[in-house]
């Protein structure tokens, strides 16, 4: 069906950045919005950021100003440049693409296994 790969989590410390990947894979017709969600323990999973496919971007206010979503749609990846990172910061990044995988079909959500990002000194 579909599947997305996310890579670029791990330990940074406060102040630090990270860049994290997501790249889609399988039977792919459109991709439309794109975006990022993160759940820390003992949270709901929350919006990070999110692309559509025309160039529109939505943060969390939390993270304005020191996240940036970009896509490469060539390549059916979206990336998240993570700068300025902070402890609250820290959660399991999951990546989202909302696909219309056969001709004339309906859309659906994939999501990605999830990526630690971890914010500590």
């Known amino acids: 069906q579909v599947q997305l790969v996310e890579s670029g989590g791990g330990l940074v410390q406060p102040g630090g950045s990270l860049r994290l990947s997501c790249a889609a894979s399988?039977?792919?017709?459109?991709?439309?919005?794109m975006g990022w969600y993160r759940q820390a323990p003992g949270k709901q999973r929350e919006l990070v950021a999110t692309?559509?496919?025309?160039?529109?971007?939505n943060y969390a206010d939390s993270v304005k100003g020191r996240f940036t979503i970009s896509r490469d749609n060539a390549k059916n990846t979206v990336y998240l440049q993570m700068s300025s990172l902070k402890p609250e910061d820290t959660a399991v990044y999951y990546c989202?693409?909302?696909?219309?995988?056969?001709?004339?079909?309906?859309?659906?959500?994939?999501w990605g296994q999830g990526t630690q990002v971890t914010v500590s000194s």
């Open positions: 989202l693409a909302r696909v219309r995988t056969t001709m004339n079909g309906p859309t659906q959500n994939y």
């Open positions: 399988g039977s792919i017709v459109n991709i439309y919005t």
């Open positions: 692309m559509s496919s025309g160039g529109s971007t």
